[in-house]
C-alpha cells in the first residue's frame, strides 16, 4: 500500500513542481501569478514529504505498523488529501491567467473535482 501511495505523491509532486517552475518563469507581475507560486510551492512541499514519508515504511503493511508509525500516516494522509485539494485549486485557478471565459471553465471544472474528491475521500479521514 506504501508504495503506491509513494509513487502517486511523487508524480503528483513532479507536476506541481513542475507547475511551480512554469509559473516562475511567468515575467508577469500579477497577484494571482504570485497566490499561484505560493499555492504550488505549498502543494509541491507536501507531495515531497508524502513520499519521502511513506518511502520511509518500506514495505511494512498498515497491520505491522506501531502506534508512532500509525499516527505518521495518519498525518502523511492528511498531507496527501489537503496537497490533491490544494493542486485541484491551482488547476481551477490556471484558466484565469489566460482570459475570463477559459478561468470560469476552469474554475466549474475545479468545483466539480472538488465534490467528486469530497465524495471520494468521505470516510478516509478521521
Known amino acids: 500500500m506504501f508504495e503506491q501511495l509513494t509513487l502517486v505523491s511523487a508524480l503528483l509532486g513532479g507536476f506541481a513542481f513542475t507547475f511551480l517552475a512554469t509559473m516562475l518563469a511567468e515575467n508577469d507581475d500579477k497577484k494571482l501569478i504570485s497566490l499561484m507560486i505560493i499555492i504550488s510551492a505549498l502543494t509541491a512541499t507536501m507531495f515531497f514529504l508524502c513520499t519521502l514519508g511513506w518511502s520511509l515504511f518500506g514495505k511494512a503493511s ?56 469530497m465524495f471520494l475521500f468521505k470516510g478516509s479521514i478521521s
Open 62 to 117: 498498515i497491520e505491522d505498523l506501531s502506534e508512532l508509525n500509525l499516527s505518521k500516516h495518519k498525518f502523511l494522509f492528511l498531507l496527501f488529501v489537503f496537497g490533491i485539494l490544494l493542486f485541484n485549486v491551482l488547476l481551477a485557478m490556471s484558466g484565469w491567467t489566460r482570459s475570463k471565459k477559459v478561468g470560469i471553465i476552469t474554475t466549474s471544472i475545479g468545483v466539480f473535482a472538488f465534490i467528486s474528491l
